[in-house]
């Protein structure tokens, strides 16, 4: 059984909306009810960039034989060169387990420091994170 390493599921105050207003997975409780634990950060560097992203989910079973593991895994930040974007409102994602390896306190906390919503002249959150989607299916 692998350990990944654990940083809080909402680093912060709290003051982020748009993490509270996503549903919990099956068996977190809301306020009131089972707390929810922290969960594994995660990393899936890429060509030219890295995303970070938090995991909610490893696939336990195969779905048919030969096919990948997935992890549903929540994207928190893309760090392309010396920019960190935050993608705190882009969709979850379905992705294969290849290739994700643990994202560790001491490099991911000074990322959140960094990180800032795109402008509106500049290509949006999800545009970044279907970019870096695209490159790592194609490459």
Same mark, same amino acid.
């Given at each position: 059984?692998t350990?990944?390493?654990?940083l809080?599921?909402?680093?912060?105050?709290?003051?982020?909306?748009?993490?509270?207003e996503?549903?919990?997975?099956?068996?977190?409780?809301?306020?009131?009810?089972?707390?929810?634990?922290?969960?594994?950060?995660?990393?899936l560097?890429?060509?030219?960039?890295?995303?970070?992203g938090? #995991?909610?989910?490893a696939?336990?079973?195969?779905?048919?034989?030969?096919?990948?593991? #997935? #992890?549903?895994?929540?994207?928190?930040?893309?760090?392309?060169?010396?920019?960190v974007?935050?993608?705190?409102?882009?969709?979850?994602?379905?992705?294969?387990?290849?290739?994700?390896?643990?994202?560790?306190?001491?490099?991911?906390?000074?990322?959140?420091?960094?990180?800032?919503?795109p402008?509106?002249?500049?290509?949006s959150?999800?545009?970044?994170?279907?970019?870096? #989607?695209?490159?790592?299916?194609?490459?």
């Amino acid at each position: 059984m692998t350990l990944w390493p654990c940083l809080p599921a909402c680093c912060g105050s709290g003051e982020d909306p748009s993490i509270e207003e996503r549903p919990l997975p099956a068996g977190r409780g809301a306020e009131g009810s089972v707390p929810t634990l922290p969960r594994p950060i995660l990393a899936l560097p890429g060509p030219q960039a890295t995303l970070y992203g938090e #995991l909610i989910q490893a696939s336990l079973h195969r779905l048919e034989a030969g096919s990948r593991a #997935l #992890l549903w895994v929540r994207p928190l930040l893309l760090r392309e060169g010396s920019q960190v974007w935050k993608l705190r409102a882009t969709p979850d994602l379905l992705w294969p387990a290849a290739g994700f390896v643990p994202a560790y306190a001491e490099e991911i906390l000074p990322l959140l420091e960094q990180a800032r919503d795109p402008g509106p002249q500049e290509p949006s959150a999800r545009q970044r994170l279907q970019g870096f #989607l695209r490159q790592l299916w194609q490459g």
